[in-house]
T-cell receptor
Framework: EAQVTQNPRYLITVTGKKLTVTCSQNMNHEYMSWYRQDPGLGLRQIYY???????DKGDVPEGYKVSRKEKRNFPLILESPSPNQTSLYFC???????????????FGPGTRLTVL | QKEVEQNSGPLSVPEGAIASLNCTYSDRGSQSFFWYRQYSGKSPELIMS????GDKEDGRFTAQLNKASQYVSLLIRDSQPSDSATYLC???????????FGTGTSLTVIP
């Protein structure tokens, strides 16, 4: 089954404790991305990756890191989480982006993160 | 100015009616447009993508794109209670590799 998976689905942590949210896709997609979703603010892009070893900032990159060492995986790293990073996080992937077609994104199930 | 704007609603329609959802965007050079449906607590699910001016139909859903006026709309015919969800409009400007989402329109279909 073609899918995007994220782990963990739920996470409660404390301020300053480093954490990683994993994302994996099995569709051989080139483009992967992380979003956060907050009430009233909608989905905002954190980081995206056009391909292996190619990453770039989205609208809200502060406090986050990413890496793309393999095509299928795109982990999101919070090195020192703070309460304002409490949010619902989604990973998404797309065949490719930068052309006028075939850039539909498919989303993972989401990770609900609470930072105390 | 936000990249993508939607009326947050809530929009209520009776079962069997047509629901009309609208979205405007700021980047005139945008090339790719998407509608997603999101149930509460779930991930966005792609409903339609549209790349050219005009209408694109898929079952009960029709997406309409007007690049000159910079708006994209979604019509849902014969609305069902299961269509009750938040609908997200998304745009890829084409000049970069980012995606911009509206804040969503909440739709309730009343049986």
């Amino acid at each position: 089954e073609a899918q995007v998976t994220q782990n963990p689905r739920y996470l409660i942590t404390v301020t300053g404790k480093k954490l990683t949210v994993t994302c994996s896709q099995n569709m051989n997609h080139e483009y992967m991305s992380w979003y956060r979703q907050d009430p009233g603010l909608g989905l905002r892009q954190i980081y995206y990756s056009m391909n292996v070893e190619v990453t770039d900032k989205g609208d809200v990159p502060e406090g986050y890191k990413v890496s793309r060492k393999e095509k299928r995986n795109f982990p999101l790293i919070l090195e020192s989480p703070s309460p304002n990073q409490t949010s619902l996080y989604f990973c998404a992937s797309s065949l490719f982006v930068g052309t006028a077609t075939y850039n539909e994104q498919f989303f993972g199930p989401g990770t609900r993160l609470t930072v105390l | 100015q936000k990249e993508v704007e939607q009326n947050s609603g809530p929009l209520s329609v009776p079962e069997g009616a047509i629901a009309s959802l609208n979205c405007t965007y700021s980047d005139r050079g945008s090339q790719s447009f998407f509608w997603y449906r999101q149930y509460s607590g779930k991930s966005p699910e792609l409903i339609m993508s549209i790349y050219s001016n005009g209408d694109k139909e898929d079952g009960r859903f029709t997406a309409q794109l007007n690049k000159a006026s910079q708006y994209v709309s979604l019509l849902i015919r014969d609305s069902q209670p299961s269509d009750s969800a938040t609908y997200l409009c998304a745009v890829n400007p084409g000049t970069g590799n980012q995606f911009y989402f509206g804040t969503g329109t909440s739709l309730t279909v009343i049986p």
